[in-house]
């Protein structure tokens, strides 16, 4: 069985990466069940595998850390959601894409839990929302912002990091980077598109949407 556990307050990015490593390390060795990790961070950047520095383009606004995840520059904050992930993907199919498929799925089943259609794009990580709300680009597409990001790693066929998906964070504060290297579209949250959606609204649609996609 998942264990799922929720921390209260905000958690420190080293404390996160050091309950994690330990976690990961003892799923691997059968010490341990597999674990869903609920937290809110400080408002920090962190830096991705694929990180391009001219991305970061405040770097003393707060603190920076560099991750072992995958993806580029990524903010967490009070009010977003983040979830991270460990479970044992060796036995779940050694599937890497299909792993990143059903957490792009699980994502969108939550939002779905608030009537909101979130949606997935060719090339553009994360989870993203059309704004009918705001005018047409000038291309004449709707605009597309981004309400859910994607990050992980494995080890020994464990994952750890995970997602995070916007509930109620400053947009304000993404602006000291290029989040995700990506300039073209923006960032938007749950709030942000007028549903007075909360931290724990967000866990119970999680916790409830889990099972369909991952079977338990």
Not at 4 to 13: M, Q, V
Not at 28 to 49: F, Q, R
């Amino acid at each position: 069985m998942v264990e799922w556990i929720t921390s209260t307050g905000l958690t420190g990015y080293d404390d996160a990466v050091a309950f994690m490593e330990a976690r990961v390390a003892a799923i691997s060795a059968g010490e341990a069940s597999e674990a869903i990790w609920l937290v809110e961070h400080p408002p920090l950047y962190t830096a991705g595998t694929s990180a391009n520095s001219d991305d970061l383009t405040d770097p003393e606004r707060f603190p920076v850390y560099d991750s072992k995840r995958g993806g580029q520059y990524t903010y967490h904050g009070p009010g977003q959601r983040v979830v991270y992930i460990m479970l044992d993907v060796g036995k779940r199919g050694k599937d890497v894409r299909q792993f990143v498929r059903q957490l792009e799925e699980w994502v969108i089943a939550t939002l779905d839990e608030f009537n909101v259609t979130g949606e997935v794009r060719a090339g553009r990580v994360g989870v993203w929302v059309e704004r009918d709300d705001k005018p047409l680009t000038v291309t004449g597409q709707r605009p597309e912002d981004k309400i859910a990001a994607i990050g992980i790693r494995l080890r020994k066929w464990v994952s750890f990091h995970g997602i995070s998906i916007n509930v109620e964070p400053d947009l304000e504060h993404f602006s000291g980077i290029v989040p995700c290297g990506i300039s073209e579209h923006g960032v938007t949250s749950l709030v942000d598109l007028g549903l007075p959606v909360t931290i724990g609204d967000v866990d119970v649609a999680l916790q409830r949407r889990f099972a369909e996609v991952f079977g338990n």
